[in-house]
């Protein structure tokens, strides 16, 4: 996937603008004075108990790439309580999720009191598909 956004990046002229990195979620990038502007995930996000009842053409991906635990929403939880420490105030957190996700996942976002939901985006079976938030500033939810 990386060489692909390189490639990407330099078939449309912006490769010197981007920096890639790879990560394990964060556990390789320090905490750092130079924060990103935007972070893109498609975090694994099915049950683990629906893995094994997969369309045959999605189960030959690795079973790291699609288990999300027990609720699906295991990545979802890791990566948006880490996020804000590595985002400039403003800055992006965008995600693909998961059939029937939308509400939960904007429920873990609400209550890190660190992000405001600014769209959610459908595919083309009108499926919630992606959700876009922006940091703010945190904000204390009793």
Not at 51 to 78: A, H, M, N, W
Request: charged share 30%.
């Amino acid at each position: 996937a990386l060489n692909i956004a390189k490639e990407n990046a330099k078939n449309n002229n912006v490769a010197d603008r981007i920096m890639f990195l790879k990560s394990n979620l964060f556990e390789s990038l320090p905490i750092c004075h130079m924060p990103y502007a935007i972070c893109v995930c498609n975090p694994p996000y099915i049950p683990t108990q629906e893995i094994e009842t997969l369309q045959p053409e999605v189960k030959y991906e690795p079973r790291i790439s699609l288990d999300g635990g027990k609720d699906g929403l295991d990545f979802y939880r890791r990566i948006i309580d880490k996020a804000p420490d590595y985002l400039k105030e403003e800055g992006f957190l965008i995600m693909e999720m998961g059939f029937n996700q939308r509400d939960a996942i904007k429920n873990i976002f609400q209550k890190s009191g660190y992000f405001q939901i600014i769209e959610l985006i459908k595919d083309y079976h009108n499926i919630d598909r992606a959700i876009i938030a922006k940091k703010r500033e945190r904000e204390w939810i009793n």
